[in-house]
């Protein structure tokens, strides 16, 4: 498979520069997998397609204020993004501009409140730091750090919050699992009422889930590992739902990955937590998803290609193609799509 089999016109004004309020009145095209049909509805509607006895499967990660913008030793401006924790102070990043961060130099945030020393160069081009503060790390996030935004968003986010989901507990994402952010408090208790299990499980987003593509053949194309858990109790309430009959929705393709990671060959979910590096694409065996719930995605990620996986390529491209011509919001804040 090349990546550009995976390609899609899409026109940068439908880019979601803001999210929409209330969150669920998102638009959503349900996609009906066994015949290809299409249905234009909005994302309240989604309890119209759930079931008594479902497990409604939720990442309950939550973003950390991990962009931050600081000035070099040198002089000149700096970007650090916080990927993943090493220790109390020491972090995997990317920093800008990477050619006058090597290890040894210095960036100083908030007056020198904070500063963050590179030490190594890691595989991805990234750099381990470690901060230098006085109190907590957290702490400091908390005052300097910026939510980190995706590039093709412009709009500067006027309360941190929307960029979370509601049921977000568990602080270490460098991006929020967009699909979840469609859901309000009085939906989720809707669809409790009807008898379906929200069940929570964790997967940090990092680099993995949103590093571009670069190789011409999909298959050269490394994922970059992301820290997933599923405890005991999310494992048998998927576990019972599935033994009576229910499906497995998925929210987010956070939630099919951290799910895939931890099932057996026989669709068994395990109570497992560790580093997942898996990598989704057409011909993969689904091992425990039914149905998914997500947003649309850039052109040849991996996030379109583990949609493909789940229904088709052609019939992708095809749903996102209707999503065009029906000028539906794309993206992080953009509109929800289901597929059943």
Same mark, same amino acid.
Request: charged share 25%; glycine share 8%; with cysteine.
């Given at each position: 498979?090349?990546?550009?089999?995976?390609?899609?016109?899409?026109?940068?004004?439908?880019?979601?520069?803001?999210?929409?309020?209330?969150?669920?009145?998102?638009?959503?095209?349900?996609?009906?997998?066994?015949?290809?049909?299409?249905?234009?509805?909005?994302?309240?509607?989604?309890?119209?397609?759930?079931?008594?006895?479902?497990?409604?499967?939720?990442?309950?990660?939550?973003?950390?204020?991990?962009?931050?913008?600081?000035?070099?030793?040198?002089?000149?401006?700096?970007?650090?993004?916080?990927?993943?924790?090493?220790?109390?102070?020491?972090?995997?990043?990317?920093?800008?501009?990477?050619?006058?961060?090597?290890? $040894?130099?210095? !960036?100083?945030? =908030?007056?020198?409140?904070?500063?963050?020393?590179?030490?190594?160069? #890691? +595989? %991805? &081009?990234?750099?381990?730091?470690?901060?230098?503060?006085?109190?907590?790390?957290?702490?400091?996030?908390?005052?300097?750090?910026?939510?980190?935004?995706?590039?093709?968003?412009?709009?500067?986010?006027?309360?941190?919050?929307?960029?979370?989901?509601?049921?977000?507990?568990?602080?270490?994402?460098?991006?929020?699992?967009?699909?979840?952010?469609?859901?309000?408090?009085?939906?989720?208790?809707?669809?409790?009422?009807?008898?379906?299990?929200?069940?929570?499980?964790?997967?940090?987003?990092?680099?993995?889930?949103?590093?571009?593509?670069?190789?011409?053949?999909?298959?050269?194309?490394?994922?970059?590992?992301?820290?997933?858990?599923?405890?005991?109790?999310?494992?048998?309430?998927?576990?019972?739902?599935?033994?009576?009959? $229910?499906?497995? !929705?998925?929210? =987010?393709?956070?939630?099919?990955?951290?799910?895939?990671?931890?099932? #057996? +060959? %026989? &669709?068994?979910?395990?109570?497992?937590?560790?580093?997942?590096?898996?990598?989704?694409?057409?011909?993969?065996?689904?091992?425990?998803?039914?149905?998914?719930?997500?947003?649309?995605?850039?052109?040849?990620?991996?996030?379109?290609?583990?949609?493909?996986?789940?229904?088709?390529?052609?019939?992708?491209?095809?749903?996102?193609?209707?999503?065009?011509?029906?000028?539906?919001?794309?993206?992080?804040?953009?509109?929800?799509?289901?597929?059943?």
């Amino acid at each position: 498979m090349k990546t550009h089999d995976f390609y899609y016109d899409l026109p940068e004004e439908l880019i979601a520069q803001t999210p929409v309020e209330p969150r669920d009145h998102s638009r959503m095209l349900v996609v009906h997998r066994e015949n290809g049909r299409l249905e234009h509805r909005h994302f309240y509607d989604i309890v119209d397609y759930l079931r008594p006895g479902d497990a409604l499967v939720i990442n309950d990660t939550r973003v950390i204020p991990a962009r931050l913008i600081g000035e070099r030793a040198g002089g000149g401006a700096a970007e650090v993004l916080l990927l993943r924790q090493l220790g109390p102070k020491k972090w995997e990043t990317l920093v800008r501009p990477g050619r006058r961060l090597k290890p $040894g130099a210095e !960036v100083s945030f =908030g007056g020198g409140r904070l500063v963050a020393r590179m030490l190594e160069t #890691t +595989d %991805a &081009g990234g750099r381990v730091v470690e901060f230098v503060c006085e109190g907590t790390m957290e702490a400091m996030l908390d005052e300097l750090g910026e939510m980190p935004l995706p590039p093709y968003i412009h709009e500067t986010l006027q309360d941190r919050d929307r960029y979370q989901t509601v049921y977000a507990r568990h602080d270490g994402s460098a991006a929020a699992p967009t699909a979840g952010l469609h859901f309000t408090p009085a939906l989720l208790d809707k669809i409790r009422a009807m008898g379906v299990k929200i069940v929570p499980v964790l997967l940090h987003v990092g680099l993995g889930t949103f590093r571009p593509v670069k190789a011409e053949d999909v298959e050269d194309h490394e994922m970059h590992s992301e820290y997933y858990e599923v405890t005991p109790e999310a494992a048998a309430d998927v576990n019972a739902a599935c033994a009576a009959g $229910g499906r497995v !929705v998925a929210v =987010g393709t956070t939630s099919v990955r951290t799910l895939e990671s931890a099932s #057996t +060959d %026989a &669709g068994v979910l395990q109570a497992k937590s560790g580093w997942t590096s898996i990598f989704i694409t057409p011909g993969y065996r689904f091992k425990m998803v039914d149905a998914l719930i997500t947003n649309f995605h850039l052109p040849e990620s991996t996030l379109v290609m583990l949609v493909s996986a789940f229904y088709s390529r052609e019939g992708t491209l095809s749903a996102y193609e209707e999503a065009v011509r029906e000028k539906y919001r794309f993206f992080s804040f953009g509109d929800a799509m289901l597929l059943l």
